[in-house]
C-alpha cells in the first residue's frame, strides 16, 4: 500500500484538526489581508517544491508563510470541482498507466487548440480518485518527481478543509485563490463551474468582501457573471501576449484583446467587475533583447489609477524563469536569485504575486505583521 502523502509531509507539524475554525476571528482575517505587502500567492501550492495542485503542495505552501494557495479548478463528469492546471489529465497524474482509462483517450478541442489526452469532463471523480499526481517538468524538478504517486488529485472541498484545519493550527489565517479553468469549454458541456464555485465557497462562510478569497479567470463574461452572484472579490487575469483574446470574446466575435483590456480606459472598464488584475510578470517589467529586466511599464500606475490591486505571475526560483542578471549558471534547473527579481517588482509598485516558492517572498517582504 502506498504511504499516504499528506500524512508523510505533515508528520513534522502539529495539524490540530479538532479545533473549530471558528476560533480565527473576522479582525484576524482582514488585518492579515489589509497589512501584508505584497500578498503571497502560492501558485499550485509550494509547486517548486511538491507536485502542483495536491494536498501536499498546499500544506507545504502554507508551511512555508503563504498567504493564500491558488488551486486551478476544472470540473469531472459528475459535476466535482476538483483542482487540475488542465482538464488533460496526462501531463499531471499517472493516467497513461491505467489501462481501464484507455478508451477516455481522445483529441478534443478544448479553448481553440488541439489536444490529445484524457479529460476530466469525461471521467468521474472516483475514477479520476484512483490516479496519483506526477510532477509537470520533472527535467527542471528533478526532486518533486521522487513525490510522483504520493498524492491523489483533490476536490475544492478537500482544499478547503485542509486550509481551515491548517489555518487554525498555525492561528492565522490562510486564504483560497481558486482560478476557473476553460470556463466557455465547461459552460458547453453543460458544466457550468461558476455557481458551483461559489456554492461551495457561500456554504463554507466564505461570504464577504473581505472573506480571504480571490476568485480569478482569464475570460471576462463569468467574471461579469460573477460578479452578480457574489461579493467575494474577483481578478481578471492577462496572457503574457497581448494580442490574445479572452476565449470568450474570440466565441463572441468581439476581437477584443488583452491589449484593449491593459490601456488605462481598459482597466477601468475592468474595474467595474473585478477587485483586482493578474498579468504576466513582463507586463510590468519587459525583459530587454538580453533576457534581462528591462524598462517598467505604465501597468501598475495604470491599474492603480482605475482603483485595481496588482497582482502578477509566475515567481520561479530556477534559472531557466529567471532574467538572465539574476541566474546563478548556465544549467536551467539551478536555483538562481529569485529574491532581487522580487525586490525588483516590488519597487514597481505590485500589490501581491504568485509564486512557485513562496518561502522566498515570505522572506522577502518586509511589512507584514
Ligand atoms: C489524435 O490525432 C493525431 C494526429 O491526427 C493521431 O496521430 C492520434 O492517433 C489521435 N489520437 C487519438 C487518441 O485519437
Sequence with gaps: MLIDGLAWLLAGFSVTLAVPVSRISKDETVRVINECNPLVIGHRGASGYVPEHTLGSYALAITLGTDYVEPDLVM?????????????????????????????????????????????????????KTLRAVE?????????????????????????????????SQSRTIGIYPEIKHSTHFKNLGLPM????????????????????????????????????TNLRLLQLYESDFSMQPYDQVVAGTGYTYGDMSTPQGLKEVAKYAYAVGPDKTAIIPRDSNNRLGV??????DAHAAGLKVHPYTFRAENTFLPAEFRSSTNEDDVGDLSSEIRAYLNAGIDGLFSDQPDIPVRVRKICK
Design 76 to 128: 469531472t463528469k459528475d459535476g466535482h470541482l476538483i483542482a487540475r492546471h488542465d482538464n488533460e489529465l496526462g501531463l499531471t497524474t499517472d493516467v497513461s498507466e491505467h489501462t481501464e482509462f484507455a478508451s477516455r483517450h481522445k483529441n478534443k478541442t478544448v479553448d481553440g487548440k488541439e489536444i490529445e489526452g484524457w479529460f476530466t469532463e469525461d471521467c468521474t471523480l472516483e475514477e479520476i
Design 136 to 168: 509537470r517538468i520533472p527535467g527542471i524538478r528533478p526532486g518533486n518527481a521522487r513525490l510522483n504517486g504520493a498524492f491523489t488529485v483533490p476536490t475544492f472541498q478537500e482544499i478547503i478543509n485542509l486550509v481551515k484545519s491548517l489555518q487554525v
Design 194 to 229: 461558476e455557481r458551483a464555485v461559489v456554492d461551495i465557497l457561500h456554504k463554507n462562510d466564505y461570504q464577504s468582501h473581505e472573506s480571504p478569497i480571490y476568485i480569478q479567470s482569464f475570460e471576462i463574461t463569468n467574471l461579469k457573471e460573477l460578479k452578480e452572484i
Design 296 to 301: 517598467t511599464t505604465n501597468f501598475v500606475h
